[in-house]
């Protein structure tokens, strides 16, 4: 019913930052919140911010708190997330990922994800 497609990784030197967006689509997507999980090599897949379908309420992962930012698109269809002052640490496959709600940080609450986005951040 819904399927979401991730975009914007790439390679970008700590203190850089990107972009990632997630493009949703599906008959029940204004029904659903959208999160971005991360995944590092060896690590488990880690919360790092959400944001309900009204976009009033917006939680995020207190690593990227006051550096990253989840917004959503006109058509409310998509999902950025703004990365600034990126650290290696950050380095992860990007995941968006969506559910009816409530926020949920737990990955394995969610019932969409998408196919990830590499993010490499270099010292």
């Known amino acids: 019913q819904v399927q979401l497609v991730e975009s914007g990784g790439g390679l970008v030197q700590a203190g850089g930052s990107l972009r990632l967006s997630c493009a949703a689509s599906?008959?029940?997507?204004?029904?659903?919140?959208m999160a971005w999980f991360r995944q590092a090599p060896g690590k488990e897949r880690e919360f790092v911010a959400a944001?309900?379908?009204?976009?009033?309420?917006?939680v995020y992962a207190d690593s990227v708190k006051g550096r990253f930012t989840i917004s959503r698109g006109n058509a409310e269809n998509t999902v950025y997330l703004q990365m600034n002052s990126l650290k290696v640490e950050d380095t992860a496959v990007y995941y968006c990922?969506?559910?009816?709600?409530?926020?949920?940080?737990?990955?394995?609450?969610?019932?969409?994800w998408g196919k990830g986005t590499l993010v490499t951040v270099s010292s």
């Open positions: 990922a969506t559910d009816r709600g409530p926020i949920e940080k737990r990955a394995a609450y969610m019932d969409y």
């Open positions: 599906g008959r029940t997507v204004s029904r659903y919140y």
């Open positions: 944001i309900s379908r009204s976009g009033d309420n917006i």
